[in-house]
């Protein structure tokens, strides 16, 4: 048997790979990035939620599954370049900066995630204007290294906001999906912050509180047990605040329909989630559909979410839609079995 | 769960619904309307819903705020685009008629709100249908809202420009400082001077913002008369209208001595100079 | 990495999706052409004597400027307050050798009146639109539009012409009946596109160096909030995350453009507002402009590309000291603003002392001995007050053209005089008349 290829090596890409190495097929397992992990080793992410386990922790043991393993062959710093229909599967080229490979392979898993959200492009919260207004990837960093100070002068922040859907559920940058984890992760970073350092004051802007099925329990401790404030309508408007130093966030409370202007330290964007560049580049590669926001689109989405319906072709992971680690995990789990089961027949 | 499920359950019948209308219109405030205005809002409200662009404008709503955060005149004035994007999509009759008083005219049209707008809604267009339905239904509020607006109307309606520099008077734009008018004593030479001073000769005029040719603005005048807007101005201010239709008619002879006077110019022209007669 | 147009153009396809039955994102220009096809309208070309510039626009497709042989669109607030925004385009073009007509046979758009009072309608704007473009159409020139509100409304009243057959058979009929036909410009084009397509032109001709100078834009926002895709952006102009004009040509003229928080702010006109509600427009234009340029960017001009706002950023600080606002900030238009820098005079054509917010630290900040051209322009006046000619940017119109939209002053050396009449000649479209 031909081995199957595994393009990603996020939590889909290394489940994947770690069930089809334990289902006895040699497995290649292709990385654009140097690293293995994906997004959460990437921006170094801190805990996960809803269970606050440290990420390293959670990756970690996959990652460590992946390198244990002598059956399947990884490749770092390499994209795929070339797919061509084989004689059964596909005949793929693999690059690196200065090398390119050909290889038979007999079905391919596409794990190939999803990017975050550029938040320039809602230039309404001064991201990348104002130096402490960042994105919740940079904070989780902040978080991950044990150091939230605000970037312009290094002090430890007073007063943080969050500000959900950045760059979701929003026609005016094409993306009106929803992201599914903003909600959860900034809830999770604002308790982070009240359990390091009680006397930092956290307030949440919303539209919908989307910590669905048993999440929600994160939320109503947030409130509960850490006295993390929500309010509910969107930010318009960052402005520097009179008196200097802190920035102003103007806004709508669509609860009370009255404007709320506060001055803040920090001000952090739940960027949304779209289709990773990767994700775009295989879609074209391998003519896999997308869908009108750029996910790859499988065949059936109730009764078989992880088949392309193209043969050998299979998905798992961020790159059909915004994903958490424990749904991308299980999806990397069936696809490796429908690709076992395809390369076999 | 099957407690709830077998409890037994009832439906309104008609008369209980008739019963329970007075509380309902009790709650929207209805009942503060006169009988006129009840008909008169709902008539509005029918030809409000029915408009083609409240289909088109209207989409939906999340309820973000961010185009009332955005907006300049919900900053200074009782006025949210969140609301009356609320009231347009779900609104009724009373609400519409609430909104249709003093509210929509805070609105600066500078378009904010519809770029903020996250679903996708033109708010600044649908603010406009609603003005547009109370000027043409003659609301007390709106024409007392546009009183000051005679002289600009008068000259947009016979020569389409809104404002001339004689309008810019210093009694009248005192906050405007000085300079406004251009003619104050530093220069010591009157506006007439001043505006010949503006090197190009359509400009120099101080009665519009440029000279406008007599068939431009006759042209102009039937637009007005052919789409609605002379009826809509009718049922704002009839005076005013009338005094309009007076003075087109004195341009409408001017014109036609014109053409006489002109005849050997104009004879083997083609186009629009050929065939329009005021 | 993906360039701003590469992104923008998946959010075009995207948001062309979204919005399904709305209001979709299409190219109208497409349409255009089918409508063409049916006979249903003109088009307006721009062509090779037009010598065209290619710009992008917000979703990276892209635009012609037409740079010459161009029909003035002036605006109804420009030359009545700000008379040196006009007389600086029309310097330009001269000394650019650009060829043009500034006609007495246009009508504002009307929009300011729409949008201020709603003594109005779509047909009726459609109409106006409509009635302008078959005037620029009929003299061979391309219409180039001062006002930020009359490219907004024309973006619009395109839009609607194309998409809408019912107000296009009644805005035709309409026509019709004064002998005129339904013509759309290819492109609706604004007067800072013009600028920016002419950067290099300009700034080969600039007098005066800017390094000193810090200049805050103030993005119009008829300009870029009405159609937001026909709004021209630029890579090079805050890598193409704000629109290009006009803060492209400060840039290559070398003045700093500084940055301040509320760039995205309305300006305060609001229609009815800057004559009727002046509290609140002097307000907002105080508060929400004025001071974050001052204090925020410390400004020493700041420059837009509207007639109401500059009218409105201008006009409302005289009146700033009864609070304790003494900014008194100059507020110009960027083509004041260029001309000034290629040595146009202040007064005879910039025509600064309209401004109420003095421009005379600025002039010496650029190195302008505006001292002297006031001495001179103090003669001038005298001169005009005892009955001496104005002198023109261009020859003046003749008596007959106060009366038939006809041109005989301004006709350029080798051109006819008659307007050309619509030259194609189908059913539903041009030539016939109801
Ligand atoms: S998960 Fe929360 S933050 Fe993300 S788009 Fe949905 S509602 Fe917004
Ligand atoms: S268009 Fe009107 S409602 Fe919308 S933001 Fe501007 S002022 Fe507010
Ligand atoms: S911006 Fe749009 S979605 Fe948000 S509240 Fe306003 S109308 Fe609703």
Known sequence: MNPILVLGAGPAGLSAASELA?????????????????????????????????????????????????????????????????????????????????????????????????????????????????????????????????????????????????GSRDVQVGNPWCCRLGCAVSIKQAVEVRQKHPEVDAYVYYMDIRTYGLWEDLYWKSMQEYGVKFIRGRIGAVTPAEGGGRLLATGEDTILSRPTEVPFDMIVL??????????????????????????????????????????????????????????????????????FQYARS | MSIVANLPRRTLSLSEEEAARPVAMHLTGRQRLSSEERTLSEKIFEEFRSDPRHHEFVLGCLNCGECTTGCPAARFYDFSPREMLQIAANGDATTLWDAMQEKIWAC?????????????????????????????????????????????????????????????????????????????????????????????????????????????SLELFRIYEETGVLDMLRGLDPDLTEMLVDIIEERREEFQEARERFADEIAGMKGPVATFQG | MLTANEIRKVVAERTAHQRGTGKKVVDVREEMEHLEEKGEIIIHRIRAVNRPVELHTLFGWTKQIPTDRLWHHKSCGQCGNIPGYPSSLLWLMNETGRTYLNEPHQTSCTAWNYHGTATSNPVALAAVAARNFHRAYETDHFPLIHCGTSYGDYKEMRKLLVENATVRTKVRDVLRKMGRDLVIPEEIVHYSEWVHAMTPELVARQKLPLSGVIATVHEPCHYYKMVPEDAVYDEAVYSGQRPAVPSGILMALGATVADYSTWYDCCGFGFRHILSEREFSRSFANLRKIRPMIEEAHADVAITSDTGCVTTLDKSQWIGKTHGLEYMLPVLSDVQFAALALGAHPYKIAQVHWHSSSAERLMTKMGIDWQAAKAEFREYLKALQSGAQPELLHPAHGEIEKFFAINKGQVLPDEAVTPAAPTATSGAGPGGRS
């Open chain 1, 22 to 166: 334990s289902l006895g097929a040699p497995t290649i397992l292709v990385e654009r990035e140097s690293f293995l992990g994906g997004n959460p080793i990437r921006w170094h992410y801190s805990l996960l939620a809803p269970d606050l386990k440290p990420a390293e922790e959670v990756i970690g043991a996959l990652v460590k599954k992946v390198q244990a393993d002598a059956r399947i062959e990884r490749h770092l710093s390499t994209t795929l370049e070339k797919a061509e229909v084989g004689a059964k599967g596909y005949r793929v080229t693999l690059k690196t900066a200065d090398t390119s490979e050909i290889r038979d392979v007999s079905a391919v898993v596409l794990a190939t995630g999803f990017d975050h959200f550029d938040s320039r492009r809602k230039y309404e919260y001064g991201y990348g204007r104002f130096p402490d207004v960042i994105d919740f990837k940079e904070f989780e960093l902040m978080l991950h290294e044990n150091k939230v100070v605000r970037p312009s002068d290094g002090r430890v922040p007073q007063r943080i906001a969050w500000i959900l859907c950045v």
């Open chain 2, 108 to 216: 600066c049209q500078c378009y904010t709100c519809n770029m903020r707008c996250r679903f996708g809604n033109d708010i600044a267009g649908i603010i406009s249908v609603m003005r547009e339905l109370s000027v043409y239904h003659g609301l007390e509020a709106t024409r007392r809202t546009l009183a000051p607006f005679g002289r600009s109307l008068t000259l947009l309606m016979t020569v389409g420009t809104q404002v001339s520099s004689d309008m810019i008077q210093p009694d009248f734009f005192r906050d405007w400082g000085p300079f406004a008018t251009g003619s104050d004593k530093v220069w010591q030479v009157g506006a007439d001077v001043m505006r010949r001073a503006i090197p190009t000769d359509v400009l120099q005029t101080t009665r519009s913002a440029w000279e406008v040719s007599v068939q431009t």
């Open chain 1, 270 to 339: 739940a960027s949304g989630m779209e289709p990773s560049a990767g994700t775009k580049q295989v879609a074209a590669l391998f003519g896999v559909p997308v869908g009108p926001e750029g996910f790859l689109t499988p065949q059936l989405t109730d009764l078989n979410p992880v088949d392309s319906g193209l043969p050998g072709l299979f998905l798992a992971g961020a790159a059909t839609g915004p994903k958490a680690i424990p749904d991308a995990v299980t999806e990397g789990m069936g696809a490796a079995l429908r690709a």
